[in-house]
């Protein structure tokens, strides 16, 4: 596999269907979406009136996009194989995105003797690496150190528990990672793995050596114990659900090899480097983000499903979630105005389990939900049968599709199929590294679009902090175990009764 993507190639190796676009032979057929040529060329009209095309610039040329917090967004360089400059503030960041790669590299290289890895990070800091590595672990042609990979998220302590019965401690490594390092699940947790390690009798030294973090903010590693040497930094011109591609990614590179990380990125660039250069009319991205637009404007879409037809890509639905909620889920714009319209719930699973779940919805519910229908080429596994069920796979993939869209009319009305319900296929030759990253990067740009086109800051999240504060008295409420909490600012009546039943019953 080159690194260095071939940007000319722009037919996905055989004739592609009526009114499909590929972007480095990822292949978007929006057949079923309804939207005809007249309604296709409003869109992009009403696309160039919301100025996308400038905001792409602006993005990828990080400019200050994330206006809030008076930021560029510009995660689109820690992709940046062909080290152009990046210029941000007068300065090229590429040097210090650069001097990241050669530390994993070179962390690659001593890694040895290690059974264990856990990873401690929760939202951006977990979703993406997370998704990669139990991704890739499906690949057979990429090679697998075989370490046991624990990402550790959550504050439940079962959590917790689970993993620290399985690691051995003495051939473990703990990376925390964190954009912030206040993350308090994290820090908590991170405090509750250095408390195993000392009980299971390491010492100074080895405990130094086993702890790493990456982080934007390297002073807090320092002040937590963690050795200069051991922190990969990033920065806060990365969204931490934007952040996969910088050292966050560091599992995916110990696991499967730098090179396998590499690959990743390279994905991810070639398809900014489409998103970039191609014509909106041809730009993946941006049509998968109009044909939402259309849905929500046309029919009032209020939630879309998105359901890869491949195991490994499981994870890939709650990444997309954080993206497209945590990044769009907002009710003003980017002058406080309110907005008509902002992120639909986004919900999906791996197929064809998702049939045997939520699809009767789908198909004869009251709502509409239109489907992202995401399918593989090459069937993922060397198995005798990998062909056979690979078909199997694949014509239910297109059966749903096509259920979908024209429905059946009965006599009887419990079987009748509305129909008219939209969907896209997208379709990746194969799945490995390289079109993972591309995958990522599509819906990344996609959620980016749709800010520009709903006129929203897609790169703040001020809505997930009032819990966060909130969640300080109500802890301090519960250690004190009294069941006679009252009402006062910050705990209201439904609350103080939950408390007081709560540490009544404990
Ligand atoms: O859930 C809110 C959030 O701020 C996310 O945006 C972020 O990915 C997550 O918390 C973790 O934050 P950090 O990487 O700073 O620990």
Known sequence: MSLKPDLNTTNAQGKLPNGAHDAVNVVLDTAYQGIDQKAWAKLFTQARKSHLPEFIADMLAGKHINLSEDRPAL???????????????????????????HRIE??????VGVTDVIHIGIGGSDFGPRLAVEA????????????????????????????LDRALPHSTRVIIVSKSFTTLETTMNAKAVVAWLKASGLTNSQMNKALF???????????????EDHIFPFWDWVGGRYSVWSAVGLPIALQYGFKTFQEFLAGAHAMDLHFKNAPLEDNLPVIMALALLYQQDKRGIKAYAAVPYADALDWFPKWLQQLDMESNGKSVDRNGKPVKFSSPVVFGSAGSNAQHSYFQLLHQGTEIIP????????????RPEAAAHHRILLSNCLAQAQALAH?????????VYPGNRPSSLLLLPELNAFYLGALLALYENRAASLGALWNINSFDQPGVEY?????????????SGSDQIRTDDDIDAITANRINFLNSNS
Request: net charge positive; with cysteine.
């Open 75 to 101: 995660h689109s360089a820690l992709r940046n194989l062909s080290r152009s400059p990046v210029m941000l503030n007068g300065q090229d960041v590429m040097p210090a995105v650069s001097n990241v790669w």
């Open 106 to 111: 070179a962390l690659c290289n001593k890694w």
């Open 213 to 227: 973090a990456v982080t934007a903010n390297v002073p807090a590693a320092k002040d937590f114990g963690i050795e």
């Open 407 to 415: 429905g059946k009319s009965a006599d009887n009305p419990n079987h």
């Open 467 to 479: 819990g966060k504060v909130l969640a300080k008295p109500i802890e301090k409420a519960l250690v």
């Open 371 to 382: 489907i992202d229908f995401i399918a593989i080429r090459k069937p993922m596994s060397n």
């Open 136 to 163: 890739l672990a499906y690949v057979p042609e990429i090679e697998c150190r075989g370490m046991r990979m624990h990402f550790l998220a959550n504050i439940d302590s079962a959590e917790l528990a689970r993993i």
